[in-house]
């Protein structure tokens, strides 16, 4: 199978800051890739450059559709949207004051089918919107204020708010961070079961090693803006250059 997505020597630069310098990525199709490097390593600048909320410097990124992305031609987070590819945030954007279920609209309505009313007040939204609540298991919760579940919660319902859009790919940054353990399981079982059913592929940005090494096919790894191994698993854990990156920051 081929890539769904592709990086190629992409660079960014923050006033004096090399965020990115030369980084280069592939995201095989049907694959869960990991991407992981110590903190700074540039791995979020990377998801917002591929999402289409950071301008690069030079390089190029392939997205789904056959859509190049360069500097001289930047592209909008929408439409990088409607290629197929969702993504979360590594601190979750949901609107708080809003319930499960109203979110769950807003994300509907922004998919762009349909008007404001229709489609929603046909059923057929809707119901596919508790369908995937059920998925992610928050359908006791639909009622509740997205801003009285708890942060695991939180990210159950980011990860369900993305499902509507029915993407090819989706990208998440840190789907373990601050989750308690039964949490993480959960929310590991549920991107197996959207892979291999629905063949989601998936990137993943994760700190948990333990979560990174039991989920993903294939591992790049980052330090300082670029790209330093890649591979199984067990090939990354046992290159000696990812240890030093991390041991030497
Ligand atoms: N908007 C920004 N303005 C200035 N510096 C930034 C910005 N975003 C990221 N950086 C810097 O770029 C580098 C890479 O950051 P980041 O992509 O967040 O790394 P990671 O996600 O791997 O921890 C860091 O040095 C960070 O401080
Ligand atoms: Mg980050």
New binding site residues.
């Given amino acids: 199978m081929g890539n769904v997505l592709e990086v190629f020597d992409v660079s ?1 630069s ?2 004096g ?4 310098e030369g980084c280069s990525l592939q995201v095989e199709q049907g694959s869960i890739t990991g991407l992981i ?12 450059a591929i999402t289409g909320y ?1 301008r690069i410097d030079a390089g190029s990124i392939h997205l789904p559709g056959e859509i190049i992305v360069t500097k001289d031609r930047p592209i909008a987070p929408d439409k990088v949207f409607r290629t197929g590819l969702g993504r979360t945030f ?1 601190l979750t954007r949901i609107f708080p004051r809003l319930s499960v279920i109203e979110n769950m609209h807003v994300a509907t309505q922004r998919k762009g089918l349909g008007s404001f009313f229709s489609r929603w007040s046909t059923g057929q939204e809707q119901r596919r919107a508790v369908e995937l609540l059920h998925f992610v298991g928050l359908d006791d919760l639909q009622e509740h204020l997205a801003g009285e579940l708890s942060y695991g919660q939180r990210k159950l319902l980011e990860f369900a708010l993305i499902l509507i859009a029915d993407p090819k790919i989706i990208l998440l ?1 840190e789907p373990a961070g601050g989750v308690n353990p039964s949490m993480i399981n959960h929310i590991g079982e549920r991107i197996r079961v959207l892979n291999q059913e629905q063949g989601i592929t998936f990137l993943i ?1 994760e700190h948990n090693m333990e979560f990174v090494m039991g989920i993903c096919d294939k591992i790049t790894v ?1 330090h300082r ?1 670029t790209n330093i191994a890649e591979g199984s698993p067990g090939e990354v854990r046992n290159n000696p250059a990812v240890l030093e990156a991390y041991l030497g920051d």
């Avoid at 490097?37 to 917002?48: A, D, E, I, Q, V």
């Fill in positions: 960014k923050f006033g800051i090399h965020a990115l490097g110590p903190n700074g390593s540039g791995k979020t600048t990377l998801f917002n950071e590594q940054d940005v980052f803006g």
